[in-house]
């Protein structure tokens, strides 16, 4: 992450007007904002394929940095998704992260041919998830007889362009002791069904105790969140925008975008917003 507060934009991927959602990607490309997040749920019928979109994103923008917000890993076999991201990385000149969830609607991911799992089961695949992207990405042999994923001597490749970054999307304890024990970043959402701003601080606590725990400097560990999930205008004020740096410390906020006007709302918040919030933020 570069130094000071990074601003970017939630998208859907909606697909009943697929050039749309392309034009918000590459509105937030030209008005300078910093990421573009994509949630991921492929069992949504109305909802294009996450990381078909962003390699596609990918082609149609210069700056921006693209990551799945967070991929719904039950559905995504980790050694494939550590080469599409190693490959997009190379094709987009370093503009990709990798958010990473444990999974959810379990009932969705069943009818796609996914597995059901308990929590801590979806906990201990993600552990081993990272295990083996983390092994792809540094170019070590892929060996792991785990309960949910195995490999046998395989040879990662490409290599990415730059160090991809993989930031969860944790909440609980088991979850967030994990971000800080092995994950590049954290990033949960606030508002909706998901987080307060007021359960900030102690989760923000237990990542840095578990970093310490495991001999890590807590301050590596980015830490990114999605925002304005209830309502989204408010974060085209620059105060409230620069209060997610301020307040609750996070390097990086994005907004989600919405269903009205969305190009003009990004442009509003890249133009107007963010370099305000990005003045204020580095003044305290």
Known sequence: MSEGLRVGVFIVPGGEDPQATVEQIVAADRVGLDLVGVQDHPYQRRFLDTWTLLSYAAAKTEQVTLLPDVINLPLRQPVVLA????????????RVELGLGAGAFWDGVAAMGGPRRTPGESVDALTEAIELIRAFFDGETLRLDGEHYSAEGGRPGPAPEHPIGIWLGAYGPRMLRLTGRLADGWLPSIGGNYMSESDVPDRHAAIDEAAKRADRDPAEIVRAVNVGLDD???????ERLARIATALRFEAALVSVPDSEPVEFIRRLGEEAAPRARELAASG
Do not use: I, Q
């Not at 989204?232 to 620059?238: D, I, K, N, R, S």
């Open 232 to 238: 989204p205008a408010e974060f085209l004020e620059p």
């Open 83 to 94: 080469k599409s991201a190693a490959s997009l990385d190379l094709l987009s000149g370093g």
